[in-house]
């Protein structure tokens, strides 16, 4: 019996015909983020839905670092800790013992925790609700998309509604219609990349149990011979596990209640009080489509790529996604850039797509080892990781989703000095450090991004002239190790630290936080110059 009353959103009579600045195909985890994001930037946007309610059942549940802090930007970030089960740790486990245990965080001083678990149903309800307060977006519920044409101009949608096909243009059109998006099916897009046939049996089940937030890893234990599991906590003591099945596993017969009873019995011990809350089983694949924009239509999540679970790559893939086009999409609605910028969307998350479908698929592999050798490499691994940390790196029960490092962009301006780790290269996201402002503690990072670009400066007043920061395209964030008025203070030393910055330094970021450009000495012809080139209106002369 679920324990979660899913919303019914109301179906309030077909979308008016006519011409739509940007429309959005699809409300789930990324067609509302990327709806939000628009309207928290000030654009109208119209999003269709053929359902009238939130994902269903156990989807995402693992929130990452970087996805908390975009919504952090959104404004859900508070609402987001205060519901959900933080966590950075995890155990592997082999055969009956625990081998070892890791953290993905273990530096303090940042505000979010590596991890964040919530149902996906939660995440998509607030996000309706934050899309409905903005007063931006228009929710179209039951409107299923059944055709699409594309141009250089626009593109013709057919929407069907419960009161017949209405007939829509757009002058841009964001496809978040999920794995099985018909947007790309209209257009003969293909999807290159992997099916697995191995099945997996998800299984979440309540109950009150004291034990740790962290992520449980099994390779081949007593309780699922052969398999592996895995568990994680979840608000409202509900708990996910997931069974590996094998690939010849019957999915009807392995979703009969009594027989997902006897596993988790199994797994839990003989006197363990469970209800079981929801239960399917599922395969996955790996693989995404060659190229994400295709004149005026984006794709962007699931339609756009996907990958299997482990790793949670596949929401939080999607999430960053929305953050990257976004800002690029408000700067050419409202002329601050021009259509190029749109092509760098493409440049950047095609490779941070293909680094999560690398990850994922490498996980996968070490999972569900094919054949004897496969499997007898995976096994000894597991056996020398207990004693030897160098056999720990080559454990592989899923790389956990990190923010995409833009290495390659276009829109980067590359360093002319040395920098010490971990200061964020261009492409890179900022980093997090606790500030004080006003004699109240706060997060660097909620300083960071927007609608402009912003300018890390480092240092007190008197290293910066007025008349040289009045000459600034952007805006300038100032850091002091100081108390100071208009500055944040980094009491802490932490923010200089992280960034290796000295007084003068100036860190370039874009709206979406990333690195764009940094010098070792504010230069605001620099500063203009590479501003340009991050909104791709001139290239770089190296
Ligand atoms: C078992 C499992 C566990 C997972 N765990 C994690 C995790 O821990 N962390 C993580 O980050 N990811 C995880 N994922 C992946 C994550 O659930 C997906 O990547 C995510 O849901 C993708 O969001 P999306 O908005 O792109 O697509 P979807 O969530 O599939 O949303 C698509 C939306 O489009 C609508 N739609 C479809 N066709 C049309 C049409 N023609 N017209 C109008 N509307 C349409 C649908 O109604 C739906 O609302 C998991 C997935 C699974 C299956």
Known sequence: MPTHAYPRFAYDGPVAPGRYEVAVVGGGLVGLT??????????????????????????????????????????????????????????????????YSFDLLPEEGHCFPAFVNLQQYYAEEWLTEACRATGLVELRWRHRVSGVQNGAEGVVLTVDTPDGAVRI???????????????????????????????????????????????????????????????HRQPDNIWR?????????????????????ARVAAMLGKDARFEIEWVSAYTFRCRRLAKFRHERIFFLGDAAHQVSPFGARGGNGGVQDADNLGWKLHAVLTGSAGEALLDSYDAERIPAS???????TRSTEFITPKGEAARAYRDAVLEL????????????????????ILTESPL????????????????????????????RDDWLLRHLGGNGFGLLLFGGAGDFRDAELARLPVRPVLVSNTRSDGALWDYSGVAAARYD??????????????????????????????????????ACSE
């Not at 293909?354 to 994922?360: L, P, T, Y």
């Not at 980067?412 to 004699?439: H, L």
């Open 354 to 360: 293909d680094e999560n479908i690398e990850a994922s």
């Open 412 to 439: 980067n301006t590359p360093d002319d000095a040395a920098w010490a780790a971990p200061s964020p290269a261009p492409g890179s996201v900022a980093i997090d450090a606790p500030v004080r402002i006003d004699g």
């Open 385 to 404: 990781s207990e004693a030897y940390p160098f056999a720990r790196a080559l454990v592989n029960s899923g790389r956990l989703s990190r923010p995409a």
């Open 169 to 231: 243009e757009a002058d841009w059109l964001l496809a978040c219609d999920g794995a099985r998006s018909l947007i790309g099916e209209a257009l003969g897009l293909p999807f290159s990349g992997q099916v697995f046939r191995d099945r997996f049996l998800i299984v979440d089940v309540v109950m009150e149990r004291d034990m740790p937030a962290e992520r449980r890893f099994w390779f081949n234990p007593p309780f699922h011979p052969g398999g592996s599991v895995l568990l």
């Open 34 to 99: 990327v709806a939000l994001d628009l309207a928290r930037r000030g654009a109208r946007v119209l999003l269709l839905d053929e359902d009238q309610t939130v994902s269903q059942g156990s989807r995402a549940i693992c929130f990452a670092k970087r996805s908390l802090e975009i919504y952090d930007r959104l404004g859900l970030g508070a609402r987001i800790l205060a519901k959900g089960v933080m966590w950075n740790r995890g155990t592997v486990f082999f055969q009956h013992r625990a081998v």
């Open 241 to 261: 596990i997931d069974f590996q099945l094998g690939p010849d596993a019957d999915p009807e017969a392995e979703k009969a209640p009594g027989r997902v009873r």
């Open 501 to 538: 910055a000295r007084p003068r330094t100036a860190i370039l970021l874009r709206p979406d936080q990333h690195v764009a450009a940094r010098w070792r000495c504010l230069d605001p012809e620099a500063v203009a110059t590479a501003r340009r080139r991050a909104l791709a209106l001139e």
